[in-house]
């Protein structure tokens, strides 16, 4: 069976594009060609129906037969281990029990942002595709469960995708704790030699090999202009209309209109202390829960932002440490 050995399976907007490229220029490691093939979001077809602008689209690209997902798998070199990254896995607890029926020994990677900077970057993302239609980020996370009940997909989970403590707690359930490796994103994007070392100690090669994690999928924040807002209803209308045309003719449209949007757009701009402290209180239990299941300190996510740790353990993280791909519990 052409099935992969391990996943990057955690979190959206946690640089896992990055990593998944920098991991395929290994030879000892194999990634689908598709990296985010979604096969295990779906038990069979996905739904033919989105809630959310775009979601039709979504569920288009999912890799839901076995033959096909196989096939993703089939030109791996002998010996290679083979690898995909779907970020949204940790958080479908459906997925991660089809993970543990059908792969139970795959090595698991999650990379942990903090969870208020992953929703304002997940947010921004959807504005800049010109899909969501709130300008104001603290009320677009006001309606998420007004939007889960109407089922849009999981991206537009801005808070619930960062409950870290649940999600990891229902996956030791499932998983030796051996098997999954986790760190800071912010890790990732400072020591990024030192993070590749660890993942390919934790995974079984050669490490040195791969260094640096390429730029990419970053989220860019386009001015609310007349120009964009038009051009967003115009995506939005497309993406709706989407669900009734055949095959990629909806990306046909819909790609050229996210092209234009994106274009001259500025970085994403920084959140005040005061719109942190609005989300503060719905993250804090869960990040109790994941310091208990993980035995490291979150606590600066409860704080003003500013850069701190990386690997999830006990001790600082250092050269030694992730040179020797150790996670601590």
């Not at 690898?83 to 990379?111: C, K, N, W």
């Not at 967003?232 to 709706?240: G, K």
């Not at 046909?252 to 757009?265: F, K, M, N, T």
């Amino acid at each position: 069976m052409a099935l992969p050995d391990f996943l990057i399976m955690g979190v959206p907007k946690a640089a896992t594009t990055a990593l998944h490229a920098a991991l395929a220029r290994h030879p000892e490691l194999y990634m689908s060609a598709v990296k985010e093939p979604k096969f295990f979001l779906t038990d069979g077809p996905p739904p033919r129906r989105g809630g959310g602008p775009g979601d039709i689209q979504t569920y288009r690209e999912h890799v839901w037969r076995r033959q096909d997902y196989e096939a993703l798998f089939d030109s791996a070199p002998a010996g290679t281990l083979r690898g995909e990254s779907t970020p949204f896995y940790l958080h479908d607890r459906m997925a991660q029990r089809r993970i543990r029926t059908l792969i139970p020994h795959a090595r698991l990677i999650v990379i942990l942002r903090d969870p208020i900077e992953r929703a304002h970057s997940n947010w921004t993302h959807m504005c800049s595709a010109g899909l969501e239609p709130i300008g104001d980020f603290l009320l677009a996370c006001a309606e998420e469960d007004r939007r889960v009940a109407a089922g849009w997909s999981g991206f537009w989970h801005y808070r619930g995708l960062g409950r870290y403590g649940e999600q990891l707690d229902d996956l030791f359930a499932l998983f030796p704790r051996d098997q999954v490796l986790i760190f800071r994103y912010r890790y990732l994007v400072d020591r990024p030699a030192d993070t590749l070392d660890m993942i390919c100690a934790f995974l079984g090669v050669a490490p040195g090999i791969v260094d640096h994690v390429p730029r990419g999928n970053v989220t860019a924040h386009p001015d609310r202009t007349l120009r964009h807002l038009a051009l967003s209803r115009v995506l939005r209308a497309s993406a709706s209309a989407g669900r009734l045309l055949p095959g990629t003719a909806a990306t046909a449209i819909i790609s050229p209109v996210e092209r234009i949007l994106q274009q001259r757009a500025r970085s994403r701009q920084p959140l005040t202390w005061q719109q942190r402290r609005v989300l503060i209180p719905y993250f804090e239990a869960d990040i109790r829960l994941l310091e208990s299941v993980t035995g490291a300190d979150f606590g600066d996510w409860l704080k003003p932002r500013h850069r701190s740790g990386g690997l999830v353990g006990s001790r600082p993280a250092g050269q030694r440490q992730a040179r020797n791909g150790k996670r601590r519990r």
